[in-house]
T-cell receptor, first 112, second 114 residues
């Protein structure tokens, strides 16, 4: 079936460190891929998206590239801040469906 | 502009009761989707409505139902509540029913079933 697998957290980094959160997917057809972020006590916010292979989504210093050959959409940021501490969700949607399929989330904790 | 709003923010119910959760989409958005997020997990799709019609349903029992009103707001109803229904219920709106449209999420309703 269609699914998303994320690296388990928590991921703990010092401020200004480099961030990678791995995400791989299994899907029939050609999915769109998303990263959402959830700050404590809040709903989900769209961070970035990519709709076709080799597309790069970017926002607020975060980037992710849609890699069809490795079925991956890893999230990266060159220098994290304390304010980036949150839970990050990778998700996909299929053209044949109306739903988002989410991974289990990765908690990021950035220490000063 | 106001984002997606949900009410109530928190709710406590007992087993066997029923609950109604409400969602108002972003102005101009005609599609509303509902998700259940159990603690420590990713959101799971429950329903999508577009122009008052159900367009998709996830793997949830018939105790879960929803509807969309002419002003595009939506209600999610859950009957015969179980302890396992305790979760954060998220509503998302988008401009159209296409899966290419970005879904914008509300802050959620946190339901606790005792």
């Amino acid at each position: 079936g269609n699914s998303v697998t994320q690296m388990e957290g928590p991921v703990t980094l010092s401020e200004e460190a480099f961030l990678t959160i791995n995400c791989t997917y299994t899907a029939t057809g050609y999915p769109s891929l998303f990263w959402y972020v959830q700050y404590p006590g809040e709903g989900l916010q769209l961070l970035l998206k990519a709709t076709k292979a080799d597309d790069k989504g970017s926002n607020k210093g975060f980037e992710a590239t849609y890699r069809k050959e490795t079925t991956s959409f890893h999230l990266e940021k060159g220098s994290v801040q304390v304010s980036d501490s949150a839970v990050y969700f990778c998700a996909l949607s299929l053209q044949s469906s109306y739903k988002l399929i989410f991974g289990s989330g990765t908690r990021l904790l950035v220490r000063p | 502009d106001a984002g997606v709003t949900q009410s109530p923010t928190h709710l406590i119910k007992t087993r066997g009761q029923h609950v109604t959760l409400r969602c108002s989409p972003i102005s101009g958005h005609k599609s509303v989707s509902w998700y259940q997020q159990v603690l420590g997990q990713g959101p799971q799709f429950i329903f999508q409505y577009y122009e008052k019609e159900e367009r998709g349903r996830g793997n949830f029992p018939d105790r879960f139902s929803a509807r969309q009103f002419p002003n595009y707001s939506s209600e999610l109803n859950v009957n015969a509540l179980l302890l396992g229904d305790s979760a954060l219920y998220l509503c998302a709106s988008s401009a159209a029913s296409s899966v290419q449209e970005t879904q914008y999420f509300g802050p959620g309703t946190r339901l606790l079933v005792l």
